[in-house]
């Protein structure tokens, strides 16, 4: 069964500093990764998506995510945090090639220090 | 383009008590469903559907019924309401042409059983 685990629940950085928040995946078939961040009292938005076609992915807000098969990880960074990324960050995977269900991980609480 | 309308966005309930909550979206989308968000437990699917007429379990359905008459709704009823049910309940949707399709996401119903 297709899973994620996302390690850690919650990330303290300060502003100007690395973002890494970390997603493994676990799957029998090569896996459909999706990034959602959702800001307070508000639904989630889509980050970015792996699709195969590029291990390195770019999302919005300046943020990216690299596929690594080797390490079954799909972590997501961002080299300058902005006290705007203060947010929920949730790493999720497609499960089956037409179902559309979408499983989630724990989510990571990002904290931006000035 | 309205997207995923969930209403209403607050509600309290005492225990025992009925209600539905309202999912609608305008983009003809096959897969719609819902999630509840619980601090430390990210989204957990309760139900989803695949099309109208069409639905089925997720990872939490207990005390949970849906159905699906049209495609554009999807409603979720909570039949006798419990403290448990406390949550913030998220109604999503998706077309399954492919399993790399983002995800669209109401903005949520926060739910308090007392």
């Known amino acids: 069964a297709q899973s994620v685990t996302q390690l850690g629940s919650h990330v303290s950085v300060s502003e100007g500093a690395l973002v890494l928040l970390r997603c493994n995946y676990s799957s029998s078939v090569p896996p459909y990764l999706f990034w959602y961040v959702q800001y307070p009292n508000q639904g989630l938005q889509l980050l970015l998506k792996y699709t195969s076609a590029a291990t390195l992915v770019k999302g919005i807000n300046g943020f990216e995510a690299e596929f690594k098969k080797s390490e079954t990880s799909f972590h997501l960074t961002k080299p300058s945090a902005h006290m705007s990324d203060a947010a929920e960050y949730f790493c999720a995977v497609s499960v089956g090639s037409n179902t559309g269900k979408l499983i989630f991980g724990q989510g990571t609480t990002l904290q931006v220090k000035p | 383009n309205a997207g995923v309308t969930q209403t209403p966005k607050f509600q309290v309930l005492k225990t025992g008590q009925s209600m539905t909550l309202q999912c609608a979206q305008d983009?003809?989308?096959?897969?719609m469903s819902w999630y509840r968000q619980d601090p430390g437990m990210g989204l957990r699917l309760i139900h989803y559907?695949?099309?109208?007429?069409?639905?089925d379990q997720g990872e939490v359905p207990n005390g949970y019924n849906v159905s699906r008459s049209t495609t554009e709704d999807f409603p979720l009823r909570l039949l006798s309401a419990a403290p448990s049910q406390t949550s913030v309940y998220f109604c999503?949707?998706?077309?399954?042409?492919?399993?790399?399709?983002?995800?669209?996401f109401g903005q949520g119903t926060r739910l308090t059983v007392v």
């Open positions: 559907s695949v099309g109208a007429g069409i639905t």
């Open positions: 999503a949707s998706r077309t399954v042409a492919s399993a790399n399709t983002e995800a669209f």
């Open positions: 983009m003809n989308h096959e897969y």
